[in-house]
């Protein structure tokens, strides 16, 4: 039989960034939830992604996860004051510029293309050619041929954020458990509590944030959720001559100075199912990658090699809010390639609709049943 409380007001299933923001939000509003993880709280891609907070590019940005990602920002930047006071954990939110690197002229192109839209949604950035490039960073590899500079993107550590959402819940009464959620309880089409190995809560409200595992819930819910895993791998490196710019980047790659001390630096994208192992395939990706725009890093030290999952959906935007023909099931997932830029409006705005039915975030087309009509 499960230990503790055997009924709960709401129970989320994952401690991942969406499940923990959801438990922070439900406690905003008065609402004690149990957040049941199998693992531990960020033991997924919410402990290991790289804490971008990239608004400025990236797949989805062209549809509603644009005005929801901008909100998101706008929370990241009222939560990380008030998370840091009730939980003592400094999240490191900061600004960095980024410099994209063009290799030929169909990144030129595409970079152009970023830069007036961009310029369109209030971004500074600035276009610097070949020449401008070296000087900005001497190390730069020879294939480079110009880049766009963005200001003021923000970047923050993923893990942290996680946690202090958990613990800052924990302290108004949400409770945290160990625990395998195997299916849920039914009257009819209204929930009932959520079954785990070992026992059941009962509960009239669930969240579901499975992240990727969101792609069984068809079994629980009867309701198809197109989240596919898509692996991600990252090499954390020392390097004794870094480059002198905080974020390189390059057609969907990275190298990014961390509080850490290490260059971080991926990342590869793979449909391996549920598969979550470093491989030696993946690490020489990157570093062949990392080497073309930065030689130097040739020489650098692999300190750590992670690999986790993104929960990605067919249009790369998240899903939240009821789901549709059930009562008191909600869903919370799909953050996809940008899971912790959306996580604080992924829990508000499911927060908001487990206690009140709307939320005034830009949430109505990023419900389920997008992917139900037709
Ligand atoms: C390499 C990489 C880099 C990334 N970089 C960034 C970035 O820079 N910026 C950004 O915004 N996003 C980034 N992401 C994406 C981001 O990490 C994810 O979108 C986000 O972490 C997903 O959060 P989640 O809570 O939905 O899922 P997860 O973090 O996967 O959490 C889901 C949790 O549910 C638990 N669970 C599943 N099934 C059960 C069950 N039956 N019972 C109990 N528990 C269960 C799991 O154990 C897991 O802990 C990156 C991802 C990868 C892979």
């Known amino acids: 039989m499960t230990q503790g409380k055997t009924s709960a007001e709401v129970v989320i299933v994952g401690g991942g960034i969406a499940g923990c923001a959801v438990a922070y939000y439900l406690t905003t509003l008065g609402v004690k939830s149990i957040v049941v993880e199998r693992e531990s709280i960020a033991s997924a891609a919410s402990g290991f992604a790289q804490g971008g907070l990239y608004l400025m590019s990236g797949a989805g940005l062209d549809g509603p996860l644009f005005p929801f990602a901008t909100e998101s920002v706008r929370l990241h930047h009222e939560l990380y004051p008030l998370l ?9 939110l900061g ?11 169909v990144d030129v192109g595409a970079l152009h293309a970023r830069h007036t839209w961009q310029t369109e949604r209030g971004f500074t950035s600035n276009w610097l050619d070949e020449k401008a490039v070296r000087e900005l960073e001497p190390g730069i590899g020879p294939e480079v041929i110009g880049a766009l500079v963005t200001e003021d993107t923000w970047v923050l550590e993923s893990d942290v954020l996680t946690k202090a959402f958990m613990q800052a819940a924990e302290k108004h009464g949400a409770e945290f458990r160990i625990g395998n959620v195997e299916g849920l309880e039914w009257d009819g089409d209204r929930v009932t509590g959520v079954r785990l190995s070992d026992g059941a809560i009962s509960c009239p409200s669930v969240v579901l944030a499975l992240g990727p595992w969101s792609a069984h819930l068809k079994e629980w819910i009867g309701v198809d959720v197109p989240v596919q895993p898509i692996k991600g791998e990252i090499l954390r490196l020392r390097s004794k001559t870094p480059p002198v710019t905080p974020h390189l980047a390059w057609h969907d790659s990275y190298m990014v100075k961390k509080p850490d001390g290490l260059l971080w630096t991926g990342t590869t994208e793979d449909e391996a199912g549920f598969d979550r192992d ?15 725009i930065f030689p130097a890093i040739a020489d650098a030290v692999i300190e750590v090699h992670t690999a986790c999952l993104r929960p990605v959906t067919p249009d790369n935007t998240p899903i939240v809010g009821a789901v549709p023909g059930k009562q008191g099931v909600y869903i919370a997932t799909g953050g996809g390639r940008k899971g912790i830029l959306s996580g604080p409006a992924i829990g508000k705005s499911v927060a908001d609709i487990v206690v009140h039915g709307k939320t005034d975030l830009p949430a109505e087309p990023l419900g389920l049943d997008r992917f139900m009509n037709g």
């Open 84 to 92: 840091k006071e009730e939980t003592g954990l400094d999240t490191l």
């Open 278 to 292: 470093p491989t030696e395939s993946g690490a020489q990706r990157i570093m062949e990658g990392a080497a073309r």
């Open 95 to 105: 600004s960095k510029s980024v410099l994209a690197a063009a290799f030929d002229d």
